[in-house]
T-cell receptor, first 110, second 117 residues
Framework: QKEVEQNSGPLSVPEGAIASLNCTYS??????FFWYRQYSGKSPELIMS????GDKEDGRFTAQLNKASQYVSLLIRDSQPSDSATYLC??????????FGTGTRLTIIP | GAVVSQHPSRVICKSGTSVKIECRSL??????MFWYRQFPKQSLMLMAT?????????EQGVEKDKFLINHASLTLSTLTVTSAHPEDSSFYIC?????????????FGPGTRLTVL
């Protein structure tokens, strides 16, 4: 069974601090990884995609991928209350479908 | 980024009626679209994979005769919930796959909230 695992949280972070979200996956052959943000009652929104080992930065967001450790993370710098949401980690295990983690609920405390 | 629309955003219907939900990729062609369902405070559940010009592939436990999927063009997939019952009330979300050689990404529509009375 190919799986993606996340800590369900809730994770509480003070406003302005760095929020760190983590995810592990079971298939060493996975090639592509995604972070989606889902606000309550809304559909998921793509935040970051990452395909290569290392860091990928986009504004306040940095995705980190370590294929040897089967680990992908998302860092949110200068956290804002509007970042409060559930963050979904997803992996493509090579069959066009995405396998999602259960999500980490993040709360930014003003 | 790529835009995916869904229509309607919200629908209320009587038990026993059928409801059709449309999913469109607005600025890219999607040979593959996906249909998900999400109950309150639960994870996304993949229902089926919709491929343009061919039959949909349903996940285990999803009734293909109840959830009819048609992917008639590269920008449109429809999900019809037939003979809906209150237990079908849920948040239905589609996604469209944009694959361009280097990248292979799914973009989600805004979702359709179905309430069956």
């Amino acid at each position: 069974q190919k799986e993606v695992e996340q800590n369900s949280g809730p994770l509480s972070v003070p406003e302005g601090a760095i929020a760190s979200l983590n995810c592990t996956y079971s298939d060493r052959g996975s090639q592509s990884f995604f972070w989606y943000r889902q606000y309550s009652g809304k559909s998921p929104e793509l935040i970051m995609s990452i395909y290569s080992n290392g860091d990928k930065e986009d504004g306040r967001f940095t995705a980190q991928l370590n294929k040897a450790s089967q680990y992908v993370s998302l860092l949110i710098r200068d956290s804002q209350p509007s970042d409060s949401a559930t963050y979904l980690c997803a992996a493509n295990f090579g069959n066009e479908k995405l396998t999602f983690g259960t999500g980490t609920r993040l709360t930014i405390i003003p | 980024g790529a835009v995916v629309s869904q229509h309607p955003s919200r629908v209320i219907c009587k038990s026993g009626t059928s409801v059709k939900i449309e999913c469109r990729s607005l600025d890219f062609q999607a040979t593959t679209m996906f249909w998900y369902r999400q109950f309150p405070k639960q994870s996304l559940m993949l229902m089926a994979t919709s491929n343009e010009g061919s039959k949909a592939t349903y996940e285990q436990g999803v009734e293909k005769d109840k959830f009819l999927i048609n992917h008639a063009s590269l920008t449109l997939s429809t999900l019809t919930v037939t003979s809906a019952h209150p237990e079908d009330s849920s948040f239905y979300i589609c996604s469209a796959r944009e694959a361009s050689g280097v990248t292979d990404t799914q973009y989600f529509g805004p979702g359709t909230r179905l309430t069956v009375l």
